[in-house]
């Protein structure tokens, strides 16, 4: 009669059970771990994120503590700047339009930390320059008289008579120019529409304020 295998012993059907509770334990460790992980790296985003717009905000403050304005009357308008940031702006660009055309751009390079508003002379009076010369573009001034020719005199020229009647004749002329080139100047300025941009870096970021005086990145 033949003989039947041995029964399986309860220690290894014990052992069975140990070895797959700890595969178990181990893939349960394992998705730990790995969820551990995403977790981790998620945090690390989200921190970064928070720190770049933290970055971004403040550095957006400092530049709008930056602005550069002009002031009537227009024909002869005064510029000015304030810096409440703590550091200077640098590589500062000021480009004035008038109706919409450009008239005249300004390098200020860099501009340091004010309290209060402080003059732009420089830009003040290339501002005024390229006003008149857009409202005296058409206009037809009267023709001066012919000076005499200071060869011809063996004295001084600005002593002779013919000096004194070319004085006399040019006087009314001027006179007449200088009120034509006014007229100009204040019809021109009367309907003139003058915007201004600028650009500037803070040191960390280029920046735009534009004419609607709008505060926009710049350029890398």
Not at 96 to 112: E, I, K, Q, W, Y
Not at 138 to 148: C, G, K, Q, R, T
Request: aromatic letters at 8%; glycine letters at 4%; proline letters at 9%.
């Amino acid at each position: 009669m033949p003989q039947l295998a041995d029964e399986p012993k309860v220690t290894d059907w014990l052992s069975v059970w140990f070895s797959l509770g700890s595969a178990v334990i181990a893939l349960l460790a394992l998705v730990a771990a790995g969820i551990a992980v995403r977790a981790t790296v998620a945090t690390n985003r989200t921190q970064s994120e928070q720190l770049r717009r933290l970055e971004e905000a403040a550095t957006r403050d400092r530049a709008a503590k930056f602005a550069v304005w002009a002031l009537p009357p227009v024909a002869r308008p005064q510029v000015f700047f304030r810096n409440g940031a703590p550091t200077p702006m640098y590589d500062v660009v000021i480009r004035f339009t008038l109706n919409g055309v450009d008239a005249f751009v300004h390098s200020a390079g860099t501009l340091p930390p004010s309290e209060e508003p402080q003059p732009l002379p420089d830009v003040a009076a290339g501002l005024h320059d390229a006003i008149r010369a857009r409202a005296l573009a058409d206009v037809e001034f009267e023709a001066l008289p012919e000076p005499p020719d200071a060869s011809a005199f063996d004295s001084d020229l600005l002593m002779t008579p013919e000096w004194q009647r070319y004085q006399r004749d040019r006087a009314p002329v001027d006179g007449r120019n200088e009120r034509a080139g006014q007229a100009a100047l204040e019809e021109f300025t009367a309907a003139m529409e003058l915007a201004m941009s600028v650009t500037f870096n803070d040191g960390e970021s280029s920046w735009v304020r534009t004419a609607d005086g709008r505060l926009r990145p710049g350029p890398r």
